[in-house]
């Protein structure tokens, strides 16, 4: 992927800017930051997003961050006076102003609905407000009947197409769907700088997204956190919803469930992401990947921490896994009237097979398919990943 803006081109595979086609040294974190920038063109960028993307959510102090952003201005032929590139918006962070554009011989191909760097590049991100303010992001990729997914944690528009765990994932869903995906409230590149993670929340962002830039009716999919998120919104809009697909979901979070065990680990996890969170080769991507995971390959359980410094804070992960192991839907089960399709895997390490069953018995008529598996995120590699794209298409389609 190459990325052009005034007389700069900056390849990120191989690591390397050019400047009117001559090539610039520059140090590795200056190259990170232009790199963040141009794939967020036009967005504000906080101080504390750039520590997280840049520092991995180490302590830098402000002067650290000012000499970084003045390297790279240099580096680009841009100055503190000027800000034709990037600017500077007081108590707020910076924003890339210059136009940019995505190249490279992938650009020049005839695109195929299998093709990751052709979907990334002609996917539109779009936004839109929630009901109490907050920015959303949200985009549409792939053909064929409307499909929805409910945000989750650990997502970003732009960069799922470079995760070895998302972007195998929304090539084979584009292949049979129209897929609106949007970045939860916290998360990717819809604003982080925010307080209100309850469930209610989430689901006006749901609203908000699907008003905006959706079918009528589509099937509506929800996954771990998605799941009450999606079970609430489906009890709501009934006539929005023509198929709902909960997998790896739960009625009661974590923190309300009977189970002391199940609390205990709740709290672990809690204080695990505030200290480990999006630091490579630490134990806490290793307890994740454990959890989330557990038949992941090296290069995708590397990629964890480099996801969840770009899709979100320390901060913000720590209290939307607090939040979201507080839902509770289980009295709304009852209330579901559209056709339901429940997935679960056999060992699943982050919500028990146990929630999928009480979903799939308190909804009527509500089918359940269990899958041979142990990972919460299905990976392409394993027997169960057909299974669960089979199962969608019947239901669906």
Known sequence: MRYQFENCQLNIGSHELYVEGVLRDVEPQVFDLLRYFVENPGELISHDQLIEVVWGGRIVSDSVVSARISAARSAVGDDGSQQKI???????????????????????????????????????????????????????????????????????LEHDWQSPLWHPFLLELGKSFEVVRYDQR???????????????????????????GAAERFALYGTSQGVPIAIAYAVKHPERVSHLILHGGYQRGRLLRGSAEEREQGEALLTLIRHGWGIAGGPFIQAFASMYIPGGSKEQ????????????????????????????????????????????????????????????????DADFVMLESGNHALLENEAAWNVFFDEIRHFIL
Request: glycine residues 8%; aromatic residues 8%; contains cysteine.
């Open 186 to 212: 916290g998360n990717g590149l819809s604003d982080w700088n925010v307080e209100n993670f309850t469930l209610n929340a989430f689901v006006e962002d749901l609203e908000a997204v699907v008003n905006t």
């Open 301 to 364: 359980i590397d990629s964890l921490a480099d996801l969840q410094r770009r899709t979100t804070s320390p901060a913000n992960a720590a209290k939307i896994r607090e939040a979201v192991d507080r839902f509770d839907v289980s009295n709304l089960l009852a209330r579901v009237s559209v056709p339901t399709l429940v997935i679960h895997a056999r060992d699943d390490g982050v919500h028990p097979l146990d929630q999928g069953r009480k979903l799939a018995t308190g909804i009527k």
């Open 86 to 156: 990037i600017k500077t918006v007081p108590r707020r962070g910076f924003r890339f102003v210059a136009p940019v554009q995505l190249s490279g011989d992938d650009a020049a191909r005839s695109p195929s609905c299998g093709d990751s760097n052709w979907h990334r590049q002609t996917q539109r991100v779009r936004f839109c407000q929630s009901r109490d303010g907050t920015r959303l992001a949200f985009a549409t990729t792939g053909s064929g009947y409307p499909f929805v997914r409910v945000g989750h944690w650990l997502t970003h």
